[in-house]
């Protein structure tokens, strides 16, 4: 995987620019060649969104960045490449002449592709020197995170290109589908372009807006599709029956006006016998109870993930977990700021709670203690927060996935800069799980550097110190290593 | 909150025992009332699923569960509860008898409403005693974790009923979608059936398997659905031009067979003006700049989150991640056991990675020098493994969005039981940014308690710690708090 790689993109726009962000951070150079002279522009911010987020899939470092080198011929641009990526409009006599351009520089071992949504390769390739050489690479917006390329070669593609293609775009982390037969979108543009159709009746019919109709998928279907497509999820609605009983089921609906979309297939003995069949063997031997549990750990996980963009599915979580939460009743017993659920997600191959969510469950209840001082997202907005510099944690028993545990807060230091925590994590029958111990600088923001909390912080902040000053010093507290 | 709710259900499939676990877990009391002597099981069934993901949704504690009693009567379940959800099968005849059943015996205030998939409220209600009582709301499977519902009222549906059904479920964590005009198929399951009748198609003419199908859903377009939904996606795909670009570019496509479903909507000029301007409305004010950025944070979230499952796009970036990372060289230096970027959803309110993945770096390290030991997923699958009693971190420097970090690993004891590592994580510049100090145990995963580890990992891990000891004692090792 050393040896240094480089692709030409032809056509710059949204789809082209992807692409060179996908092959830049994955370590390959990449020339450009588009003659808008905005496409420079255009690319570098692509490039800076695929900087922000690629990298943050991977917990491994990618190879450093390749270069990138705009050209003014395609002559210059796709000589000596390995993989050259057609994205320019889509018009079939356009799309033609760049290729027969492309093949008059070009490697004739290189991997020449189209973005296209829609042409056919037998229909990109008319006239071409080489036909071979040609096929459908067709990503999918944002081409940098998107792992989707379909590979759609014609009659007429060598298998050696089709599979060099394959090779390729594993090597940029992109997940290949092979299609085995070309037609007009390929597979999943005409999927998207059937509910689109469908979609764009239902606003024509004054039933829903675009905002209702999106609603409607993200809240709903959407999460499913996400990570088990339509089949898969129909399979397991058909519970121990699977596809056979889903289709018995809802089979007769194909007649019925549930779409304005009525040019469907008969569905014959024969249909019923493939669909059943494909179905069976992609579940690849798992029983519908151990579908569902993936199913529920993968929606678990994603609806966690968009809590933290506070978006979709994860803004309704974040809105019911604000209802449920109130703040405790504050007297001179160390604090109980967390109450909750170990998350299913949170567990590792031990069959336990990873380490590292012991101090996410103590920086949750950090937060809370730093709301009820007034050192809540105004104060932040203000200018001033708490920066923890220093933990001390004691893994004391295993937690599993489910139980419920509770964390109180007890101030063991709140004078000026510093904020000294104890904190203890237990189970619901009161077995010390852990105990997390912190030291919190007071900071403004501005300078990143320590200073004094503003008055009405620190009032509180003594009052609480003062309060549990009387407690004594906890087990475990002031510990070492070793 | 605290005003004990109840619900009756009557029907207990797939979808009724998902409504039945949804109103356990959030704390209401349930009545199930389904002739099936099966559905007991059933419904315990899809209980234990919700049990073990619902509340993982939550970072904070649900209420006490609810009480599920089966009754033999539906004039015994219906009674004196507030919201009375029908899941029978889908026969216009059978629900409109088991509506008049349930009108015989449920409060006038109570909300009686369908799980239908796709009979209009108005037929439902034909010859029912009350049908202002009566709507649908349509759940989504699995109920107990995607948070859509159709809200869909009859026009005689009264305005109280439909206020009380939207704000019940809520209470119960869902998302209450309003639909304006009654319609076969409400919204979601028209959108579902135009891709789930091209999809037919596809597998009908021998195109794609499902599992091909399902991929191509999964890997690309699902990703986005999960997120956006269709029109905020296409939105995107226009780039400063917003929708009425994208209509302009793909406008054409919708006369061609890009799907098989072709009774498509006139694209008119009204029609383009109606879908631009709702468009920009969902848009509220975001730029798509912005937009994207959301976008692209909730794919990276999302993304991360199915490699914990390993599943779709997950088990790609996994493939990825183990092709990038190779072991490192062990001379008598610390061992490079990280490097890797900080992903954006790590980062926190102060603008810089939260405190918990300073322990989550330091973790992955720890893996990977317990994977260079042998203590690896063989070495577990065997029955032993190392837990960590105590850990003690100095955060030292902020870690901003995509930085570069790696991490040394040191062994400062290592023999028996006991693994004691001390870790430093740098930036690229070499700054130290923390310190991470770990007391290991080595385990029995049948006792969960301590034992010497087999001679395998003691001989290799007892040259890691003699080649450590001539390093120096690290800076910061043996430290307390305070």
């Known amino acids: 995987m050393t040896e240094k790689m480089n692709a030409a993109v032809i056509g710059g726009g949204v789809i082209g620019g992807g692409w060179a962000a996908r092959f830049l951070i994955n370590g390959w150079d990449v020339n450009v060649y588009d003659p808008d002279p905005e496409s420079e522009r255009k690319i570098s911010e692509v490039l800076e969104n695929a900087r922000r987020s690629l990298p943050s899939l991977y917990d491994t470092a990618l190879p450093a960045e390749g270069?990138?080198?705009?050209?003014?011929?395609?002559?210059?641009?796709?000589?000596?490449?390995?993989?050259?990526?057609?994205?320019?409009?889509?018009?079939?006599?356009?799309?033609?002449?760049?290729?027969?351009?492309i093949q008059d520089h070009a490697e004739e071992t290189a991997v020449i592709a189209s973005s296209t949504s829609g042409f056919k390769p037998s229909e990109l390739n008319q006239g071409a020197k080489r036909p071979e050489q040609i096929l459908v690479c067709h990503p999918f917006n944002p081409v940098y995170l998107l792992p989707l390329v379909e590979i759609v070669p014609s009659p007429k593609t060598a298998a050696s290109i089709r599979d060099r293609s394959i090779e390729l775009a594993k090597r940029i982390g992109m997940y290949p589908l092979l299609v085995r037969k070309e037609i007009d979108g390929h597979i999943n543009d005409r999927l998207q372009e059937a509910l689109w159709r469908e979609a764009l009746w239902l606003v024509n019919d004054g039933i829903a807006t675009t905002e209702e109709i999106d609603d409607s998928v993200r809240f709903g279907c959407g999460l499913r599709w996400a990570q088990m497509g339509t089949f898969q999820t129909f399979w397991l609605a058909g519970g121990e029956g699977g596809m056979r009983h889903f289709l018995a089921q809802?089979?007769?609906?194909?007649?019925?006006?549930?779409?304005?979309?009525?040019?469907?297939?008969?569905?014959?003995?024969?249909?019923?016998?493939?669909?059943?069949k494909q179905c069976?063997?992609?579940?690849?031997?798992?029983?519908?109870?151990?579908?569902?549990?993936?199913?529920?750990?993968?929606?678990v996980g994603m609806m966690r993930a968009l809590k933290k963009t506070n978006w979709g599915a994860g803004a309704t979580l974040n809105v019911h977990d604000q209802a449920l939460w109130s703040a405790p009743k504050v007297n001179k017993e160390p604090i109980e700021t967390v109450r909750r659920p170990i998350p299913q997600s949170w567990t590792d191959y031990n069959d336990h709670m990873n380490e590292s969510h012991y101090l996410e469950i103590f920086s949750q209840a950090t937060d809370r203690f730093l709301g009820m001082i007034g050192a809540d997202a105004k104060y932040i907005d203000s200018g001033y927060s708490y920066f923890t510099v220093e933990t001390h944690l004691r893994h004391l028993e295993e937690l599993?996935?489910?139980?419920?545990?509770?964390?109180?807060?007890?101030?063991?230091?709140?004078a000026g800069k510093k904020l000294h925590l104890f904190q203890r994590l237990e189970t619901e029958d009161r077995r010390l799980a852990a105990t997390g111990e912190h030291m919190l600088i007071h900071v403004s923001l501005k300078t990143r550097s320590a200073c004094e909390p503003l008055e009405s912080v620190n009032a509180v902040v003594s009052d609480y110190a003062s309060w549990h000053t009387g407690l004594p010093q906890p087990d475990g507290a002031g510990r070492a290593i070793g």
């Open 67 to 101: 270069k990138l080198v705009f050209h003014a011929e395609i002559a210059d641009a796709v000589r000596d490449t390995v993989w050259i990526q057609e994205s320019v409009p889509e018009r079939l006599e356009i799309k033609q002449k760049v290729f027969s351009e």
């Open 250 to 276: 809802f089979g007769p609906s194909l007649k019925w006006p549930w779409t304005k979309l009525m040019n469907v297939p008969e569905l014959t003995d024969e249909l019923i016998d493939t669909v059943a």
């Open 280 to 299: 069976d063997q992609q579940a690849d031997g798992m029983t519908p109870r151990q579908m569902e549990r993936v199913r529920d750990d993968n929606l």
């Open 400 to 414: 599993k996935a489910g139980e419920q545990v509770r964390v109180t807060t007890q101030v063991i230091q709140g």
